[in-house]
């Protein structure tokens, strides 16, 4: 009971330094002893309390690593949804930029009256391809052959000619044109699939008319496990 006495009644002799270190003391030993002496359990806690306070302050520096940690935490999940922001804009970005280019494109090669008003028009809402491109792709494809092969070239000629049957086709006037296109490609044989010129032709396909990526065109190859040798853009 001595020991508890110097715990509750405050120093009155004049060495008070002494006795509050023999308090201090006396309080670790207690906290040491706790499962062996006649202690009351709430002056018990409060005793551990006290001395792991006491053992464990706290120092602003361990705050400031604390709030360096939740700082760096954040920069780190702010640059990837950045990142991730950044490259959704660069895609639509560059898509647009495609479109632009095959309008112009289109635009250099024709001056007809029809085409001429579906450019302005898709020119007018927002660099959108026109709702019906029409003869835009075959526009394309005639001035490619023209420039391989001339004006004299009768094989050119005869090969366009059946061609512009289609010339009026859009991925819209056909239900899951895409879908179907997609499964006609890889039942093609494999011997057909690997020719250069069937490889550029498909690209030619899926950029001006169905409007497809042609990394999507490299991943039907993958599928079928064979190489894909001409270099695309995407």
């Given at each position: 009971?001595?020991?508890?006495?110097?715990?509750t009644f405050p120093a009155e002799t004049k060495s008070g330094r002494r006795i509050k270190s023999v308090q201090c003391g006396l309080k670790k030993k207690l906290v040491s002893e706790v499962e062996t002496a006649?202690?009351?359990?709430?002056l018990a806690l409060q005793l551990e309390d006290n001395t792991s306070l006491e053992k464990k302050p706290q120092k602003p520096d361990d705050q400031i690593s604390m709030l360096e940690k939740a700082k760096a935490e954040f920069v780190g999940v702010r640059r990837a949804l950045n990142y991730q922001l950044e490259t959704d804009v660069f895609e639509k970005k560059k898509n647009r930029e495609e479109r632009i280019k095959t309008l112009l494109n289109a635009l250099m090669t024709s001056k007809t009256g029809p085409i001429l008003s579906?450019?302005?028009i898709s020119l007018k809402s927002e660099f959108k391809e026109p709702k019906s491109t029409g003869s835009l792709w075959f526009t394309k494809l005639k001035q490619n052959a023209l420039d391989?092969?001339?004006?004299?070239?009768?094989?050119?000629h005869d090969i366009l000619k059946k061609i512009s049957q289609f010339q009026n086709?859009?991925?819209?006037?056909?239900?899951?044109s895409k879908e179907k296109f997609c499964l006609l490609v890889i039942s093609l044989p494999a011997n057909q699939l690997l020719r250069p010129a069937l490889q550029e032709a498909l690209l030619f396909?899926?950029?001006?008319v169905l409007q497809i990526l042609p990394r999507q065109v490299r991943q039907w190859y993958q599928y079928l496990k064979l190489p894909f040798?001409?270099?695309t853009e995407t």
């Open positions: 009971m001595s020991d508890l006495s110097l715990l006649e202690v009351p359990p709430w579906t450019l302005l391989l092969g001339g004006d004299k070239d009768s094989r050119f086709f859009n991925n819209k006037k056909v239900p899951y396909l899926t950029d001006h040798s001409v270099a």
